[in-house]
């Protein structure tokens, strides 16, 4: 049996968000894969842990641990409508001690491979591994990282990684993540792991994070995506890779890869008919209710970028 931990962080918000992402990682487990799954949220709040707490009846291959986080980043630096949770990450190695290495999620994520490949990936000497975000392919955040005097071309992503505890925890690397609570980070918890573990971050290929921004890029068939991936791991990223909604969320409107998420809450033992039905009734609805000048927008866009 092979023993994947792996940590999500999420308030009463993301119950359900968090419910798909766990389901779709398990309807993709391997059969001797068990996960080890860790949710960490406030001390302060009282989670809704019915439906988490069902998953195991579902997926045998699995269980649910739960861990407090207290008030130390309560107050830090928000944006974005990104909240406190999003720093517990930071905190793995103290709050889940019992392993070396562990995988951090995020949950608007959809997962479409087992992970094992994945853990295993060796990252001795290295504090995090994560997804080369590309920032640099975008202007405005190729200077933003300039300013902070980070090199864009070398920025991971944040929402899944591969926490290599054993050498944060050596080099106490938990305490200057502290350091920087306070400091008004555009992309938070990103930019804290950017600064603090230059230098020692293990790259790891697309399909461990495929992102909206990636995606665009990759669809666009923009040469400086090459420059950082590799064609075959593009075309793992597209079809097997997992699915990490960081901009819109599929459960609110409509995004790139959104049919991928419903997909996965269709088959979730969490499907709810009456959710799934108000949700593409109310965007009919929408859509009938707009003015003409934006419908003909609509049409222009179809026709004129749709067809290229």
């Known amino acids: 049996m092979n023993i994947i931990p792996i940590a999500f962080a999420f308030d009463n918000n993301l119950v359900m968000p968090a419910c798909i ?17 860790f949710i960490l949220h406030s001390a302060s709040e009282n989670l809704n842990k019915f439906n988490l707490d069902r998953i195991p009846s579902y ?29 517990y990450r930071l ?23 087992d992970l094992g490949d994945i853990y295993n990936t060796d990252i001795s000497g290295y504090y995090m591994g994560g997804v080369n ?46 350091e920087l609570r306070d400091r008004k980070l555009k992309f938070q918890d990103m930019d804290m792991i950017n600064i603090v573990c230059q230098g020692k971050i293990k790259y790891l290929p697309p ?33 097997k890779g997992l699915v990490h909604y960081n901009g819109q969320k599929p459960w609110k409107g409509y995004c790139v890869n959104f049919d991928i998420w419903w997909e996965y809450y269709r088959k979730s033992p969490f499907f709810d008919e009456k959710f799934y039905f108000d949700f593409f009734y109310n965007k ?20 004129v970028y749709g067809k290229k």
């Open 21 to 37: 992402c766990i389901s779709s990682l398990m309807m993709n487990a391997k059969e001797d894969t068990f996960y080890d799954i």
């Open 59 to 87: 997926y045998k291959n699995c269980r649910i641990q739960y861990r407090t986080v207290g008030d130390e980043f309560d107050g830090a630096f928000e944006i974005r409508g990104i909240t406190t949770p999003a720093y």
């Open 91 to 113: 905190l793995i190695p103290e709050l889940i001690p019992e392993y070396d290495k562990i995988i951090y999620s995020d949950v608007d994520v959809v997962f479409r491979n």
């Open 133 to 178: 975000s590309v920032a640099h392919m975008d202007n405005d955040t190729n200077r933003y990282y300039a300013e902070l005097g980070l090199d864009a071309k070398h920025i991971i992503y944040s929402g899944n990684l591969i926490i290599n505890s054993r050498e944060i925890i050596k080099d106490n690397i938990i305490a200057r993540f502290r």
């Open 207 to 239: 399909q461990f994070c495929w992102t909206n921004y990636i995606n665009k890029y990759a669809v666009e068939q923009n040469p400086q995506l090459l420059e950082v991936f590799t064609e075959e791991d593009i075309h793992l990223a597209k079809n």
């Open 284 to 303: 009919l609805d929408e859509l009938d209710q707009l003015p003409l000048i934006k419908r003909i927008k609509i049409l222009v866009r179809y026709f």
